[in-house]
């Protein structure tokens, strides 16, 4: 199955509003959009698309030795995150207005108000996670990071203990420089795990912003497949299926696949 026409057009006609230049291209069967003077590089994948996961990461390497920064993006994600989508985009692409994490300051944000900011500016929506601290800049919420409880790690030594960040997401338009490490500093100073880990989504990053903030890349995830209702574009992973899914539902629904995760670890 090639790529639609009409989401293509789409997007190229929402990135025009917004400013932002996309040439159309092809690399292989890949096709492309190229942004930011083609520094990076957005790859199509339609559902349906028959893709080697392995390729597409090959492609990622190689791009990403010659400084570029290849994204994936799936039909599915589009059509059902296509805000959340231009918001990482913009940030990519340097577009956002900059604010210093010091001229913020840390608070607390309830459940609710953390998963309503998730669910409107991070991919992936929201998550579950013991630990909610926000940003504020002029008394509105600008970031919002989620953290895990302390986990006991018995293999590496007696007290040992690791913990999670969960999710880290900024407001649509903005980046705080340095947000991301006041909020983990903030974290580290009231429950003093011996490391944080987290995980980047391959299929959008390299894992620079953890990097910067003095994470160490120590191991990496496979791709996984996954299964989309094509009618709401809902991803399952096999397993989280609902059971209550007839089976003339679930032989509509079409695999697909992530191209992994990285994982990194912050050690104290």
Request: with cysteine.
């Amino acid at each position: 199955m090639g790529l639609k026409t009409s989401w293509l057009t789409e997007i190229q006609y929402i990135f025009e509003k917004q400013g932002i230049y996309a040439e159309s291209a092809v690399h292989d069967s890949f096709k492309l959009l190229l942004l930011n003077e083609g520094r990076v590089i957005l790859h199509l994948i339609s559902l349906g698309q028959q893709d080697d996961p392995e390729q597409l990461l090959n492609y990622q390497l190689i791009c990403f030795k010659e400084g570029k920064q290849v994204i994936h993006l799936w039909e599915d994600i589009w059509q059902s995150r296509k805000a959340q989508v231009l918001t990482r985009l913009k940030s990519v692409l340097g577009l956002n207005q900059r604010l210093h994490g010091r001229s913020t300051s840390v608070g607390k944000i309830s459940k609710e108000d953390t998963e309503h900011f998730l669910e409107q500016y991070h991919i992936q929506g929201s998550a579950g996670g013991r630990y909610r601290y926000a940003l504020l800049y002029n008394q509105e919420v600008v970031a919002v990071a989620v953290f895990s409880h302390k986990r006991k790690m018995k293999d590496k030594g007696e007290g040992y203990t690791s913990a999670e960040l969960v999710r880290f997401a900024t407001r649509d338009g903005i980046t705080v420089i340095g947000g991301m490490t006041k909020l983990i500093k903030h974290y580290l100073r009231l429950f003093s795990p011996n490391d944080l880990m987290s995980y980047a989504d391959r299929d959008w990053s390299v894992g620079k912003a953890y990097q910067t903030a003095g994470f160490k890349l120590v191991g990496e995830t496979p791709p996984c497949s996954l299964y989309v209702d094509p009618v709401n574009y809902t991803r399952y992973f096999l397993h989280r299926i609902p059971e209550e899914s007839d089976q003339k539902k679930i032989n509509s629904y079409i695999e697909v696949f992530n191209t992994g995760n990285l994982k990194y670890v912050l050690y104290q």
